[in-house]
C-alpha cells in the first residue's frame, strides 16, 4: 500500500492538470448528485471554498443551485488556509473537498487535518466529500486514529 504522501502526491498532480472544462463539467454533475443526496431543506449547510488553480470540484454550482431553490438555508463557507478556526455551530451536511478515497468512506485531503478536525465535532452531520471519479485508490487509504470516515463519497 502506498503511503498518504505518496498517494496525495500522485492525485493531486493530476486534479491540477484537468483542463478547466473538465473541471466545469464534473463540477456541474457532483452539484446535481449532491442535491439529490439531502434530504431537503437542511437547517444549516457548511461547503468548502473551491480553489481553481487546486483543481478541487468547484463547489459555485452547488451553493447557487441550493441557494435557488432553498433560500433560506444557511450555507457557511470556510476560508482556506489550515489556521481557520473549525466552526462550532451544528450542521446538517458538510460537504468536504477530497483528493483521494476508498470505498470504504475513507479521505485523502491535503494533510493539515482541518477537516478531520471540523468533522469530528459533527458527529450528527452528514458528511459528503466530493471528489472525481479517478480519484479512487483501489487498494485503500491509509488510516491514522484521527481520520473521519465519510458517509458519502460523491464523484463524477
Do not use: C
Amino acid at each position: 500500500m502506498r503511503s498518504k504522501d505518496e498517494l496525495r502526491a500522485e492525485l493531486v498532480a493530476r486534479r491540477r492538470a484537468l483542463p478547466r472544462d473538465e473541471v466545469e463539467a464534473a463540477s456541474r454533475t457532483i452539484a446535481e448528485r449532491v442535491l439529490a443526496a439531502v434530504e431537503w431543506p437542511v437547517r444549516a449547510l457548511h461547503v468548502y471554498t473551491s480553489v481553481a488553480a487546486w483543481g478541487e470540484v468547484d463547489t459555485a454550482p452547488l451553493v447557487a443551485a441550493v441557494r435557488a431553490l432553498w433560500p433560506a438555508v444557511p450555507i457557511v463557507h470556510p476560508g482556506v488556509g489550515r489556521d481557520e478556526p473549525v466552526p462550532t455551530a451544528p450542521f446538517e451536511v458538510i460537504v468536504v473537498p477530497v483528493v483521494g478515497f476508498d470505498r470504504d468512506g475513507n479521505r485523502l485531503g491535503l494533510g493539515g487535518g482541518w477537516y478531520d478536525r471540523f468533522l469530528a465535532g459533527q458527529p450528527g452531520a452528514q458528511k459528503i466529500g466530493v471528489a472525481y471519479a479517478w480519484a479512487l485508490v483501489e487498494e485503500g487509504i491509509p488510516v491514522e486514529p484521527h481520520d473521519v470516515r465519510l458517509d458519502l463519497v460523491i464523484t463524477a
